[in-house]
């Protein structure tokens, strides 16, 4: 007798388990009409849709083609928390092992399952122990802050600056702006250099043209001063000492303020400007505790996560990015094994995107079950380092956000069959 081709084979699977579904609700005939259909038959023949039976579909071809490929049937090792952008709380983690009679139970009142927690800084502006502080990490990128003010012809900008730690040539110093793209800076770098440079229209049209070891080295207090004349002109010092004039023609400067760039943290002590026509000091800023001109004081982070009122707090502010946390000690799902994994939690704030329960295996192989604020859900299979899978959304119509009642995600697995519900 000839064998059956592979089609015939798969075909007869999937005739097989939406028979084995149907024989639930149908009377025998509906079963043996169902028998001798075929897959587009089925979607008018069962209760099934058309995107149920193509998910039958999928599933038992995926079967034998990975059974033909001879290839590894994924172990997930254990359970992982998988955000996507937003930021979320997680309230408590139960994961029921039947197979072995073993329950854990987690509801983040301290750290004792030893959770890995992330404090990944993209940048930081802060007020503290009487210094503004900028924190950077990201090379090649400058951050900055300003005070808007009516400038007299002839005026003064003193700062006052310790360089605390991070690149060795990365600068740090006086801006004046016209806006966000014309502006002139006058910087120092850890190794006691000075340069100054222009921006008109986001270009660099003067670039760093001079430099000097002239200031005090890292950890040592410098003071820059640049007095403008005539809108134009101006003369440089640094820690009372003459070191440039030059001109800056094409800048209406209307905004005073100081930038780092680059990967350091810079303490500023003091910012102070003066209109030169009658010695008055317009703006004076030693930066104590309370903030008198409205800095800008902010923290980015590309990802954190913490411990905070029996919850697990993540924040992803990269997008497009998946982050996840998982715990050290591994839990093996054993085949055959009846497991409830149930995951409380509730998003903050944030870009709607998915987050919630991950099974993993390791970073190239791991099942995603994902949820949106807005209340859709599904889940992915991923598998050696590529989405096999990925589902489509469906509206569980259970809307998050920081004062709904927590999301309840469940994974119910039984044998070789795994179910996923929101709040059941």
Known sequence: MK????????????????????????????????????????????????????????????????????????????????????????????QKQIAFSKQIIETFDNNQLGWAFFDDLSYERRIENGNYVIQTTQDNWCYWDGVDLNLPSHFAVELTSVWERGEKKGEYGIGLYQDNSNMI????????????AKSINDKWVVDNTWTGQVGNKAGLENVQRVEIEDSYQFKYFLNGKFVRADTFAGLRLTKVG????????????????????????????????????????????????????????FRNNTKDFCNWAALPQSYPIKSGADIDIILKMRHINGLTDGFGLMLWQDDSNHYTFEYQNNGKARYNIYENSTYTYVGDFKSTNIISNENSPSVIQKIEIRGSAVKYFVNN
Not at 8 to 13: D, K, M, R, T, V
Not at 185 to 196: A, M, Q, R, T, V
Not at 270 to 288: A, E, H, R
């Open 258 to 313: 100081l930038r780092a760039c680059g990967s350091q943290t810079v303490n500023f002590k003091s910012l102070k400007v003066i209109n030169m026509n009658t010695n008055q000091v317009i703006l004076y800023d030693d930066f104590d505790t309370s903030d008198k001109y409205n800095w800008s004081l902010e923290k980015v982070m590309q990802k954190e996560s913490r411990i905070e009122n029996g919850g697990y707090i």
């Open 185 to 196: 800076s006058f910087s120092l770098y850890p190794d006691g250099e000075i340069s100054h």
């Open 3 to 94: 064998s059956k081709s592979k089609e015939e084979q798969i075909l007869a699977e999937i005739r097989r388990r939406v028979i084995e579904f149907e024989s639930k609700n149908q009377e025998e005939e509906d079963v043996e009409s169902l028998r001798l259909a075929h897959v587009e038959a089925l979607d008018e023949m069962s209760s099934l849709n058309k995107e149920d039976i193509l998910r039958l579909s999928y599933q038992v071809r995926r079967e034998f083609e990975l059974k033909e490929a001879k290839k590894k049937k994924i172990i997930l090792a254990f359970v992982s928390i998988a955000i996507i952008i937003s930021a979320i709380v997680i309230i408590n983690v139960v």
